[in-house]
Nanobody, 124 residues
Framework: VQLQASGGGLVQAGDSLRLSCAAS????????MGWFRRPPGKERDFVAA????????YYADSVKGRFTISRDNARNTVYLQMNSLKPEDTAVYSC??????????????????WGQGTQVTVSS
């Protein structure tokens, strides 16, 4: 499985962005998908995850109520809608796929496939 993230950019505080992650392969609809981010000079953090069906999602407290994860299995794509962006949301955002079928998780070690990151910069 190959993952390709896109949609990052430079925005002002309060603006919105939508990230996309396109996946190759026919088994995308069986994978839990997650978004993670790495702020400058910091460790990678969990952002959000969504079950294979799209019926269950989970968010980091720092983004809850502002970010929404969704997926379109027909398009092999997962999205991250980011609203009310803050300067502290500045990071490289990466998508990841968990093929285990064990349910959604925030642990990056549980994800098997990773896409390249897309930079999101939020100015104050």
């Amino acid at each position: 499985v190959q993952l390709q993230a896109s949609g990052g950019g430079l925005v002002q505080a309060g603006d919105s962005l939508r990230l996309s992650c396109a996946a190759s392969g026919r088994t995308f609809n069986r994978f839990t998908m997650g978004w993670f981010r790495r702020p400058p000079g910091k460790e990678r953090d969990f952002v959000a995850a969504i079950s294979w069906s799209g019926n269950t999602s989970y968010y980091a407290d720092s983004v809850k109520g502002r970010f929404t994860i969704s997926r379109d299995n027909a398009r092999n794509t997962v999205y991250l809608q980011m609203n009310s962006l803050k300067p502290e949301d500045t990071a490289v955002y990466s998508c990841a796929a968990d093929r285990s079928g064990h349910g959604i998780t925030s642990l990056d070690s549980k994800y098997d496939f990773w896409g390249q990151g897309t930079q999101v910069t939020v100015s104050s």
